[in-house]
């Protein structure tokens, strides 16, 4: 059974800075694509971004290329997102997700696992 566990989310200054991470277990990392999603309180879960199995493969929603950066460790079975310029909108729980079928899924539709989420807050 495929566990997802967030971690790294907290309150943060507007332009700072936040490195979430999500701990995969209970399946082959290296073989799932993984992305990470964000749901701000009364607003749909949206993507941020996605990385295939091997990392050589990124996409981004608009809003985060230039100050998100996704990558994975799969020698710690772990994806991180490095969240840089951080704003106030950014606020959201955000919650990664594993897909083993899409080389780099964008869409919540492809993902068959999901972790908890982590909160991360931007204080203006």
């Known amino acids: 059974q495929v566990q997802l566990l967030e971690s790294g989310g907290g309150l943060v200054q507007a332009g700072g800075s936040l490195r979430l991470s999500c701990a995969f277990s209970?399946?082959?990392?290296?073989?799932?694509?993984m992305g990470w999603f964000r749901q701000a309180p009364g607003k749909e879960r949206e993507f941020v971004a996605a990385?295939?199995?091997?990392?050589?493969?990124?996409d981004y929603a608009a809003f985060a290329k230039g100050r998100f950066t996704i990558s994975r460790d799969n020698a710690k079975n772990t994806m991180y997102l490095q969240m840089n310029s951080l704003k106030p909108e950014d606020t959201a729980a955000y919650y990664c997700?594993?897909?083993?079928?899409?080389?780099?899924?964008?869409?919540?539709?492809?993902?068959?696992?999901w972790g908890q989420g982590t909160q991360v807050t931007v204080s203006s």
């Open positions: 997700a594993a897909d083993q079928v899409s080389v780099v899924p964008t869409t919540q539709e492809d993902y068959d696992h």
């Open positions: 209970g399946g082959t990392f290296s073989s799932y694509a």
């Open positions: 990385i295939s199995w091997s990392g050589r493969i990124t």
